[in-house]
């Protein structure tokens, strides 16, 4: 368990839809990261969030948005869902500069059908 | 942009092979380049390099950075079946905190 809590595990859901993906960072870190791994693009960044802020921001559709709250959880949500969104979405937390990487959530496989 | 490469994309060895995977990166200001094992799912890490020609060794793992020429190797001695995984090379820069990463090495070790 690497302290770091993504729920659901899996989600299917029709396109056009909207979903949530949740994240818990491990204790004590404060920035969170998300990440979209599809088979074809390899682990790509979206979104930190730090302390409740935003932080950075990669190649994240306008469809995505994203969130922390005050105890740390984030949420990452995706709307007006299209096949292509299907991927793997990590969630990764680490104090503001980690000094050795990040620690990663086992990830939501969301599929989109 | 900041760019990883990673290479071979794929690699297919018997245990106790010995593997080298490849990675090299384009970044405006370099910070550190780091390596992660992904197995089913989480990536986890691997080692973290910031100095040019310092190994960093963990068992039968080991990387080393050439900052000059712009890659890191990771070597894997005496493969084992339990090494079957893909290897994630990511690269940080000065500013922020977010990691680009390659596209990864699939590793699979036959018996």
């Known amino acids: 368990d690497s302290g770091v809590t993504q729920t659901p595990k899996h989600l299917i859901t029709a396109t056009g839809q909207r979903v949530t993906l949740r994240c818990s960072p491990r204790?004590?870190?404060?920035?969170v990261y998300w990440y979209q791994q599809s088979l074809d693009q390899g682990l790509q960044f979206l979104i930190q969030?730090?302390?409740?802020?935003?932080?950075a921001k990669g190649n994240i559709l306008e469809r995505f948005s994203a969130q922390q709250f005050p105890d740390l959880h984030s949420e990452l949500n995706l709307s007006s869902l299209e096949l292509g969104d299907s991927a793997l979405y990590f969630c990764?937390?680490?104090?503001?500069?980690?000094?050795?990487?990040?620690?990663f959530g086992s990830g939501t496989r969301l599929t989109v059908v | 942009e900041d760019k990883v490469v990673q290479s071979p994309l794929s690699l297919v060895v018997h245990e106790g092979d010995t593997v080298t995977l490849n990675c090299s990166y384009e970044?405006?200001?370099?910070?550190?380049l780091l390596w992660y094992k992904q197995e089913k799912k989480a990536p986890t890490f691997l080692f973290m390099l910031?100095?040019?020609?310092i190994e960093k060794k963990s068992g039968r793992l080991s990387s080393i950075l050439d900052k000059k020429e712009l890659f890191s190797i990771l070597n894997i001695t005496a493969t084992q079946t339990g090494d079957s995984a893909v290897y994630l090379c990511?690269?940080?820069?000065?500013?922020?905190?977010?990691?680009?990463f390659g596209e990864g090495t699939q590793l699979t070790v036959n018996p």
């Open positions: 910031t100095s040019s020609g």
């Open positions: 990511a690269v940080k820069e000065t500013s922020g905190s977010r990691l680009t």
């Open positions: 969030y730090y302390n409740g802020e935003e932080r």
């Open positions: 204790s004590g870190d404060l920035s």
């Open positions: 990764a937390s680490s104090l503001l500069e980690p000094g050795s990487g990040y620690t």
């Open positions: 970044v405006t200001n370099f910070r550190s």
